[in-house]
């Protein structure tokens, strides 16, 4: 998250990304499984069942203006932390079907908020 404001006030304004992305994820027909999954020092932002299978959604929250693409903030070491926190997830819940990793991006402009949902956005190499 930009350094916009102290920490709490980032801690919140993610949580209602998060919150935001959850009902869009509910009416786009997922069901959420866990918010904010912790497995050691690893955590996935949402995880969701539809119809294809498992998602782990990582959320990236922002106050306008933004610079480039918020997308793009999940780069390959983020990926490999997210894959290595599903794989726990995976083992634990004993699911062998299908999971994928999506990104969504929420940015606030004053009262406007845009919502971007990348499903599928990256493919892990050792899962």
Request: aromatic share 8%; glycine share 8%.
């Amino acid at each position: 998250m930009e350094n916009n404001g102290n920490s709490g006030e980032k801690s919140q304004i993610g949580r209602h990304g998060e919150d935001l992305v959850c009902r869009f994820l509910m009416e786009s027909g997922h069901c959420i499984l866990e918010r904010n999954f912790r497995c050691g020092h690893l955590e996935i932002d949402i995880i969701t069942l539809d119809r294809n299978g498992i998602h782990f959604v990582e959320v990236k929250t922002r106050r306008a203006p933004v610079s480039g693409n918020v997308s793009e903030s999940v780069g390959p070491v983020k990926q490999r932390r997210l894959a290595a926190a599903a794989a726990r997830y995976l083992r634990q819940h004993r699911w062998d079907g299908e999971c994928f990793f999506d990104v969504a991006t929420v940015v606030f402009r004053g009262r406007d908020t845009e919502i971007r949902y990348i499903p599928e956005a990256f493919v892990p190499v050792f899962l």
